[in-house]
């Protein structure tokens, strides 16, 4: 039995799963950095390329590299199937786009990462896709928006960058009692902390860009679902339009699988020593932490995630002055737009990440001129307090 197959405990099966060992008996997985496979006869190379018997064909279709990366997330979400990607933008766009054509329309949070936003309101209109953005956290707001050609309803949770948590299986049978399908972005959570498949979510997207790689390394994204739903929907886009994984990335972001529980664990203890450290502090008139009881959605938190998160986001006095004072007294902390590292960053979503949003857009998402996203990182939490201590001085 393959370490896929077996239910080892998601550790077990990070380590081991979705392994393909070659004829060399290889201890650390292969990289097949190829573009392409050569066949024994004419014979065969038909029969492959018509699906008659299995096999590699090319590299923009499926790698053995990629294909070991896609059965170990596979194994860890509990999912039948797995398809990766370049980025994580890719499986977000090609999940949304692979469940719809035109006169179709689409409900999502509107508590999302700005290029998820863009894509929504901006790219899916141009091919006839209209589109309702709701409060995520509004359940009567989700089942108002429903129209008769509603296909697909999207949705982050943890959201970037207020952490706020949506109740994934309610908005799950909002979906289907309207025959539409719920994907749902689980960046913030990791697969770690929350299964959205198991709470009734059709399909799951990630940026293995973030906590997967880990390390500041890579881009790479993956979708996860049923075997029909990838059949279906997807298997055929991602073949013939080709943002494909990298064999190399693959590689990378599947030995970063091995350890991603050790440092996901770190960083969120990390994260929640840093929040505990900056509750009631003068400075700061906002702090949010999935981890502690005065979270707003705690009680969603307890019923659909394992743990708290490896983000913290906290307002501080003075605006984007106040903010910018912070941001450049850290002698340790980077600034910067990524999150999910072994380094620990912070980010102004203000001035980056939510900086196409008009002013008003921002205030109604709860993202003020002052806020500020932590993302904790593997150093010492004492070395992180201090930095951060020290730097709110300036504010
Ligand atoms: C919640 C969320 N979804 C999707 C993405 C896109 O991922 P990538 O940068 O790998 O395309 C990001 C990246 O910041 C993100 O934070």
Known sequence: MSASTKTYRPETRLVHAGTLRSQFGETSEALFLTQGYVYPTAEECEARFSGKIPGYV?????????????????????????????????????????????????????????????????????????????NGTDLNAWKKAVQKNTKAFFLESPTNPTLEVIDIAAVADIAHNASARLVVDNVFATPLYQSPLTLGADCVVYSATKHIDGQGRVLGGVILGSEKLILDHYHQILRQT????????????????????????????????????????????????????????????????????????????????????????????????????????????????????????????????????????????????????TAMEKV
Not at 102 to 119: E, I, P, Q, T
Request: hydrophobic content about 40%; glycine content about 8%.
């Open 58 to 134: 090319y590299s923009r279709y499926s790698n053995p590299t990629m294909s070991m990366f896609e059965q170990r997330m596979a194994a860890l979400e509990g999912a039948e199937a797995a398809r990766s990607t370049a980025t994580g933008m890719a499986a977000v766009t090609t999940a949304l786009m692979g469940l719809v054509r035109a006169g179709d329309h689409v409900v999502a949070a509107k508590a999302l990462f700005g290029s998820c936003r863009w894509v929504i309101e901006e790219w899916l209109p141009r091919f006839g896709v209209t589109s309702t953005l709701v």
């Open 242 to 389: 080709g943002p494909s994984l990298s064999p190399f990335n693959a590689w990378v972001l599947l030995k970063s699988l091995e350890t991603l529980p050790v440092r996901v664990q770190r960083q969120t203890d990390n994260a929640g020593t840093v929040a505990n450290a900056l509750a009631g502090h003068k400075k700061i008139t906002r702090l949010i932490y999935p981890g502690r009881p005065d979270h707003p959605q705690a009680d969603i938190i307890r019923k659909q995630m394992r743990a708290g998160s490896t983000l913290c986001s906290f307002e501080v006095r003075g605006g984007k002055e106040g903010a910018f004072r912070f941001l450049n007294a850290l002698q340790l902390i980077g600034i910067t737009n990524n999150l999910g590292d072994a380094k620990s960053l912070v980010t102004h979503p203000t001035t980056t990440t939510h900086q196409r949003l008009t002013p008003e857009q921002r205030t109604e998402l709860g993202i003020g001129d002052g806020l500020i996203r932590f993302s904790a990182g593997l150093e010492h939490p004492d070395d992180l307090i201090e930095d951060i201590l």
